[in-house]
């Protein structure tokens, strides 16, 4: 149930944002508040690898990378393939379910070449169980409504991003990106 949901998930947030190949869905994940319980009281590795597992096979059929972030112990440190992360800056941290979450733990577990590194900026991002992805977005994050949006209890929020309008009152703009 977990996986089809979260796989369902992924794939409207990646056709609503328009996502390509080489671009990245960042996703932070409470798999307590998908169970029920409060957020960071209920960590389940079972739930992390169902919902991780959905939304990979989502990423993947359309070439779009996974960067998961971890929970508030690691910082909201981010896990990801090495080739999404070329030029960021790695940090030597492992997730655990219980320090870095069981979200991340699976990512960590799945990826061919997993790294981590502190911080990402992604194109579109998923929010599952108000775990706060924000900081991890490019800037203008533009609010998604999804029709799938929960995942077990928890609410899922989505975003995408937008380039940055810039220039004043004689600026003109390409407006196929907004």
Not at 17 to 44: D, W
């Amino acid at each position: 149930m977990y996986e089809k949901q979260a796989y369902n998930t992924a794939r409207e947030i990646i056709e609503t944002a328009g996502l390509k190949s080489g671009q990245i869905l960042v996703v932070g994940c409470s798999t307590s508040e998908i169970s029920g319980e409060k957020i960071g009281t209920g960590s389940s590795p079972e739930i992390g690898t169902k919902v991780f597992g959905g939304i990979y096979a989502a990423a993947k059929e359309k070439g779009v990378y996974v960067a998961a972030q971890c929970c508030e112990h690691l910082n909201r440190a981010i896990i990801t393939e090495r080739a999404a992360a070329a030029f960021l800056e790695e940090v030597n941290v492992v997730p655990f379910p219980k320090a870095g979450g069981s979200f991340a733990s699976a990512a960590y577990a799945a990826f061919d070449d997993p790294v981590a590194v502190e911080e990402i900026k992604a194109d579109a991002g998923l929010d599952i169980g108000y775990t706060m992805i924000g900081m991890h977005l490019k800037h203008v994050a533009v609010p998604v409504r999804l029709k799938n949006n929960r995942i077990g209890s928890a609410v899922v929020l989505a975003a995408r991003v937008r380039p940055k309008f810039i220039g004043g009152e004689r600026a003109h703009y390409d407006n196929g990106k907004t």
